[in-house]
Nanobody, 121 residues
Framework: QVQLVESGGGLVQPGGSLRLSCAASGSILSIVTMGWYRQAPGKERELVATVTRAGGTNYQDSVKGRFTISRDNAKNTVYLQMSSLKPEDTAVYYC???????????????WGKGTLVTVSS
């Protein structure tokens, strides 16, 4: 059993910053990719950023230059540093992890329950 727990969400003014964290725990052999997704009211869940175990990153165009994703492999934790926040960044942010299966070939995917980020004045 693997659990992902997000933290760091809250209310922030436009132009402000927040740092989200997501810690994975449980029976973990290896985490290949970790990422952040978000879902705004009335919209589909969308990719924000991903980071591989080696540190390779990928970002949605709308957050490039403003958000930074990183991870601490020893702690099984992924972070999302968000700066220059805009009202359109308001959403529930979800952590995702791709894990190597322990008992068979292939991968398992896990999701956190989400943390709310509200950007408003």
């Amino acid at each position: 059993q693997v659990q992902l727990v997000e933290s760091g969400g809250g209310l922030v003014q436009p132009g402000g910053s927040l740092r989200l964290s997501c810690a994975a725990s449980g029976s973990i052999l290896s985490i290949v990719t970790m990422g952040w997704y978000r879902q705004a009211p009335g919209k589909e869940r969308e990719l924000v950023a991903t980071v591989t175990r080696a540190g390779g990153t990928n970002y949605q165009d709308s957050v490039k230059g403003r958000f930074t994703i990183s991870r601490d492999n020893a702690k099984n934790t992924v972070y999302l540093q968000m700066s220059s926040l805009k009202p359109e960044d308001t959403a529930v942010y979800y952590c995702n992890a791709e894990l190597v299966k322990r008992t068979s070939k292939g991968y398992d995917y896990y999701w956190g329950k989400g943390t709310l980020v509200t950007v408003s004045s």
